[in-house]
């Protein structure tokens, strides 16, 4: 089955404690991206990857990492979260930049006290 | 810039009535609309689509007209169902949007109510 995995789904941590939250898609896709989404604010774009170790920011980048060493995988990396980064968090592929279908994991709600 | 415009919500209605969200967009060339929906708990999907102007997408008893003219791509559906309870966001991909290529309204969501 086609799909995009996001784990861990749920995530309760402590302001500066590092954590990373995986990503991975099984459709051999080209693009794939970050996304938070908070309530008034829609989907912003974090980061995104257009192919293996390419990478760059998108609307809302700082405090956040990623990398793509792989092109299934696309984790995203929170250095020393603080509490303005609790938000439900998508990734996303799509197959290549120009195609217009995204599909998006089922989402990771973070919490930091 | 490209930038979409939705209606603000949220929306309740009744089942089996009438649902119209606007939406109505801001870009360069001519760009292709979509309708994404969240499940609550889920992951947006792909609801429907429309590439060229006066094309209709349809899916799961929704269609979008896409007009060029008034630049809208309002989501519409003759009789909702308490399982169409969902946030409902507009997008857009330009041709020149560069590297991030989709750009997304704010959501709307709807509740129906039995």
């Known amino acids: 089955e086609a799909q995009v995995t996001q784990n861990p789904r749920y995530l309760i941590t402590v302001t500066g404690k590092k954590l990373t939250v995986t990503c991975s898609q099984n459709?051999?896709?080209?693009?794939m991206s970050w996304y938070r989404q908070d309530p008034g604010l829609g989907l912003r774009q974090i980061y995104y990857?257009?192919?293996?170790?390419?990478?760059d920011k998108g609307d809302v980048p700082e405090g956040y990492k990623v990398s793509r060493k792989e092109k299934r995988n696309f984790p995203l990396i929170l250095e020393s979260p603080s509490p303005n980064q609790t938000s439900l968090y998508f990734c996303?592929?799509?197959?290549?930049?120009?195609?217009?279908?995204?599909?998006f994991g089922p989402g990771t709600r973070l919490t930091v006290t | 810039g490209n930038s979409v415009t939705q209606m603000e919500g949220p929306v309740t209605l009744s089942e089996e009535a009438f649902l119209t969200i606007n939406c109505t967009y801001t870009?360069?060339?001519?760009?292709?609309l979509f309708w994404y929906v969240q499940y609550p708990g889920e992951g947006l999907q792909l609801l429907l689509k429309?590439?060229?102007?006066?094309d209709k997408g349809s899916n799961k008893g929704f269609e979008a007209t896409y007009r060029k003219e008034t630049t809208s791509f309002h989501l519409e559906k003759g009789s909702v169902q308490v399982s169409d309870s969902a946030v409902y966001f507009c997008?857009?991909?330009?041709?020149?949007?560069?590297?991030?290529?989709?750009?997304f309204g704010k959501g709307t969501r709807l509740s129906v109510i039995a």
């Open positions: 997008a857009l991909i330009s041709p020149n949007s560069g590297n991030t290529p989709l750009v």
């Open positions: 459709m051999n896709h080209e693009y």
């Open positions: 429309a590439t060229k102007a006066d």
């Open positions: 870009a360069t060339g001519y760009p292709s």
């Open positions: 996303a592929s799509q197959r290549r930049v120009d195609s217009y279908e995204q599909y």
């Open positions: 990857s257009m192919n293996v170790e390419v990478t």
